[in-house]
């Protein structure tokens, strides 16, 4: 009976080092999950293939204009507790930290476009192109 209480008490350890060991992981990976949520989105929620004319014929003037707001938005709202970021061993005021951060979200951006436009991600990423509705011409038919 005392085998069977210690062998019980094992799977209990166990149980329990696998569940801190859970708990361990989600501390670690959490924090990315906006991160990697970001890139999801515009590695497979965006068409690439209408993204990129549409920024090629100006429309990369309204990223920019996006971009600036975000910061100015952010810097505002949310700025460093003791007033300057710590970026790459560089201490850099509030605004500048923050366009460093959302510069790297907007290359983060253009890069999963350029990873899809490679075909890098059809298989999870099957983006069907929508039929051209076929035109008649009524005037020419009467």
């Keep these: 009976m005392e085998a069977l209480e210690a062998l019980l008490y094992s799977f209990v350890d166990v149980f329990a080092a696998l569940w801190e060991l859970v708990i361990a992981i989600l501390r670690v990976l959490v924090p990315w999950t906006p991160l990697a949520a970001w890139i999801g989105f515009w590695m497979c929620c965006v068409n690439w293939r209408e993204l990129r004319p549409l920024l090629a014929r100006g429309g990369w003037i309204g990223l920019?204009?996006?971009?600036?707001?975000?910061?100015?938005?952010?810097?505002?709202?949310?700025?460093?507790?003791?007033?300057?970021?710590?970026?790459?061993?560089?201490?850099?005021?509030?605004?500048?930290?923050?366009?460093?951060?959302?510069?790297?979200?907007?290359?983060?951006?253009?890069?999963?476009?350029?990873?899809?436009?490679?075909?890098?991600?059809?298989?999870?990423?099957?983006?069907?192109?929508?039929?051209?509705?076929?035109?008649?011409?009524?005037?020419?038919?009467?």
């Design 64 to 142: 920019f204009l996006l971009g600036f707001v975000m910061i100015l938005v952010w810097g505002n709202v949310a700025p460093p507790e003791d007033g300057i970021h710590h970026i790459f061993g560089l201490q850099l005021s509030n605004f500048v930290g923050k366009t460093v951060y959302v510069t790297t979200l907007i290359c983060i951006m253009l890069l999963c476009g350029s990873v899809q436009l490679s075909g890098l991600c059809n298989q999870f990423c099957k983006s069907e192109e929508p039929e051209e509705p076929e035109t008649h011409d009524v005037a020419a038919a009467h």
